[in-house]
């Protein structure tokens, strides 16, 4: 099992890419940047960014996102997903997949600050590692990392060089000085809408989904459960269950769930008197929502359905631990993770045995569309684009008028 979590968690982005054509589920049309233009140069952006070759963002003469799974490889996989729940193997699997553009060349901190503006979230972030430069810099000025180079000098560019663009909606697991625990699981995903009338209706719709209310009552129960392997008991409590909380390009449902680290535990590995933040991350990572549940057995699954392509650091997590004993984590989702050889965006859904594979299949294509768009200069959808979009979340949903209230929008 540890091979598989590693698998999910590893940080160091893996971009293994098959010859699959990413067909968008709008017009058929592949994602392209836009027509190469005459720029200056900034010659100090190029000394603050060596390793990343400083272009606009619209820049790149073919910027084509491939899928790592094609479509039908993708759509394939969630009805073997459907198959072993109706098997009993698993209840509920977050499937992903791999956007790649092996030919885009970007400024990822350009990359990062067009995300913000056309797709902010509250849990945003932007983090670039530069091992080579930072130990060439560290040597040229006199500190002795002579040894520390040696046992570094098999780092290539992909490997050694990377930046995450997250523009992520989903707190992981926040931890306040005084042992108050905090994660809020989305599942549950729909478009916004192009007017407020279609927008109110979307978000309604979404509230009432049977499917996605039971995907975001499972993940909520699992984090539940995990929060209370290191909380005081009866701390645990789901002040906020399948609300909806509207962002820039979707509406999403989202649960809060919270506890209190147990104070009066023995603890062994830190020979101190009750839990701590670090504990808590070992209990409930990875996050729920990049999994399904029950947790062990459905990341054995996606091992086996993702082709053991590790996901990176996409589903992962990032944020801080404080001095003070406090922390805060993200959900590493919709971000892009910029090498010199390549861009990929990580994007999936939640599959239940109310799945249908092409609505899943679209799920996905949206979650990924904000980051691509910012990625490749062209944000915010042509017109024809978004009216067709819109049509696409048009779902079957379940009604119950009798029991689920209106939405508080």
């Known amino acids: 099992m540890t091979g598989t979590v590693q698998k999910l968690v590893d940080l160091v982005p893996s971009m293994a890419v098959q010859e699959n054509v990413f067909i968008p589920p709008i017009n058929g049309d592949y994602v392209r940047g836009k027509k190469k233009q005459t720029f200056g140069t900034n010659k100090s952006a190029n000394l603050r960014n060596n390793h990343f070759p400083v272009h606009p963002l619209n820049m790149s003469s073919n910027s084509t996102f491939l899928l790592n799974r094609s479509a039908t490889t993708y759509q394939q996989d969630i ?31 350009r990359a990062y600050s067009r995300l913000r503006e056309s797709n902010a979230a509250p849990f945003s972030a932007y983090l670039q590692f530069d091992i080579e430069r930072r130990l060439l810099r560290r040597k040229s000025s006199g500190n002795i990392v002579e040894n520390y180079s040696l046992r570094h000098n098999d780092c290539s560019p992909r490997t050694s060089s990377f930046a995450l663009c997250c523009s992520s909606p989903e707190r992981f697991l926040s931890i306040s000085s005084t042992g108050m625990m905090e994660s ?31 995907e975001n009552l499972m993940i909520a129960d699992l984090v539940r459960n995990d929060m209370g392997r290191v909380a005081s008991a009866a701390s645990v409590h789901v002040p906020s269950l399948m609300q909806v909380e509207s962002f820039a390009t979707v509406h999403q449902l989202v649960s809060t769930v919270r506890g209190h680290l ?34 062990v057995r459905t990341m054995e699954i996606i091992d086996e359905l993702e082709q053991g392509v590790p996901r990176g650091a996409y589903s992962g997590s990032l944020g801080y631990f404080s001095l003070n004993g406090a922390a805060d984590l993200n959900i590493i989702i919709r971000t892009a993770v910029v090498t010199p050889e390549d861009v990929s965006i990580g994007t999936g859904g939640a599959i239940t045995t109310l ?32 009216r067709e979009c819109d049509s696409l979340h048009n779902l079957n949903y379940v009604y119950d008028n009798e029991e689920i209230s209106s939405p508080p929008i």
Request: include cysteine; hydrophobic fraction near 30%; charged fraction near 30%.
């Open 79 to 109: 009805e073997r997903c459907n198959d072993l729940i109706n098997q009993g193997e698993t209840y509920e699997v977050c499937l992903t997949n791999k956007l790649v553009a092996s030919n885009l060349r970007i400024d990822p901190h």
């Open 184 to 214: 809020k699981p989305i599942k549950g995903t729909v478009t916004r809408g192009r007017t407020p009338e279609k927008d109110a209706s979307l978000a309604q719709s979404l509230f009432r989904s049977v499917k996605d209310r039971a």
């Open 262 to 295: 147990d104070s009066r535990h023995e603890n062994f590995r830190s020979r101190r008197q009750g839990y701590d933040a670090i504990d808590a991350v070992r209990a409930c990572f990875p996050g729920g929502s990049m999994t399904g549940a029950p947790k």
């Open 355 to 386: 799945s249908n594979s092409l609505d899943e299949y679209n799920e996905m294509m949206l979650k990924g569309w904000p980051v691509m768009e910012a990625i490749t200069g062209e944000v915010g959808m042509k017109e024809d684009k978004k």
